[in-house]
């Protein structure tokens, strides 16, 4: 199954940070990319990646789920997305 997530767009530009946590599940947050974290964003992270997209709350639990249940990483999420707008088709 997957998803259409719609792309960062120049006028908005946010996107989403997902965090690997050190107990082995993820998380993620929506924000403008002007206020992206230069350090953690999450106490017990392992790394954290900045991805261009901007999913409705739906669409981000389950990219998370699909994360958590090891059917979709971190490397594979990072090829998604785009500053120039359109669409991606995540695999959930």
């Known amino acids: 199954m997957s998803i259409t997530v719609n792309n960062t767009n120049p006028d908005t530009v946010k996107v989403t940070l ?3 946590l050190q107990d082995g ?3 993620a947050k929506v924000m403008a990319e002007t206020d992206v ?3 953690r964003c999450w ?4 790394e954290q990646r900045i991805i ?5 709350p ?3 639990q389950a990219i ?3 994360l958590n249940e090891r059917r979709l990483s971190l490397d594979q999420l990072q090829e998604f997305g785009s500053v ?4 991606s088709e995540i695999p959930v």
Not at 43 to 46: G, M, Q
């Open 58 to 60: 739906e669409q981000l």
């Open 43 to 46: 106490d017990n992270e392992i």
């Open 52 to 56: 261009y997209i901007q999913p409705d």
């Open 84 to 87: 120039a707008g359109g669409t």
């Open 18 to 20: 997902f965090g690997e």
């Open 64 to 66: 998370l789920k699909a």
């Open 25 to 27: 599940t993820f998380d």
């Open 37 to 39: 974290p230069y350090t």
